[in-house]
């Protein structure tokens, strides 16, 4: 039987919103049908069996969509296997060492009994929104850091931990 995940994230410049379509392409190879929506449109959570939820970082805070959504299907989310990703930092530090997940994070990780967090890297390129936001591209630390190859791993640890679930019912 096909287990239904979705995939919903916070993000201001596309970046999160990136890495949830990665993370959704590799849950369908493994043979999970899955949906992708920004965190503020998703008004139910039931019809999905795991719940994948990611969060920009902009100053050391994680996406406030990411938060309300956590917060407002806390409920229901207990009821289903959920994992949660950060994006954001602007250099190589997410590919070379764990990151811990900022307060935001770390308190949907425990309110929703996550069973994982990641930090992937993030991207910040000309045209995005915010003063700090261009001010850090024009001053040349700007750029694209998302891994995909780490991103896809992460997700199909996901697809094959539920699959080996499946097995023991």
């Not at 410049?13 to 392409?25: H, K, L, M, P």
């Not at 100053?59 to 949660?84: S, T, Y």
Request: aromatic share 6%; glycine share 10%; hydrophobic share 45%.
């Amino acid at each position: 039987m096909a287990r239904r995940a979705l995939v919903a994230y916070g993000t201001k410049n596309g970046s999160t919103q990136g890495i949830a379509e990665a993370v959704a392409a590799a849950l369908r190879t493994h043979t999970v049908e899955t949906e992708v929506h920004p965190a503020s449109e998703v008004e139910d959570v039931s019809p999905y069996d795991l719940v994948v939820l990611g969060g920009a970082l902009y100053a050391g805070r994680w996406h406030r969509d990411a938060v309300r959504f956590a917060r407002r299907h806390r409920a229901a989310l207990l009821e289903r296997a959920v994992w949660l990703f950060s994006s954001g930092p602007l250099d190589a530090s997410a590919t070379q060492r764990d990151i811990p997940p900022v307060r935001g994070a770390r308190r949907a990780a425990a309110h929703l009994d996550a069973r994982r967090h990641v930090t992937f890297g993030g991207r910040l390129e000309a045209g995005a929104q915010g003063r700090m936001a261009r001010m850090i591209v024009e001053s040349g630390r700007g750029g694209d850091y998302r891994d995909f190859d780490r991103i896809a791993a992460w997700a199909t640890g996901i697809a094959e931990e539920c699959a080996a679930e499946a097995q023991l019912r």
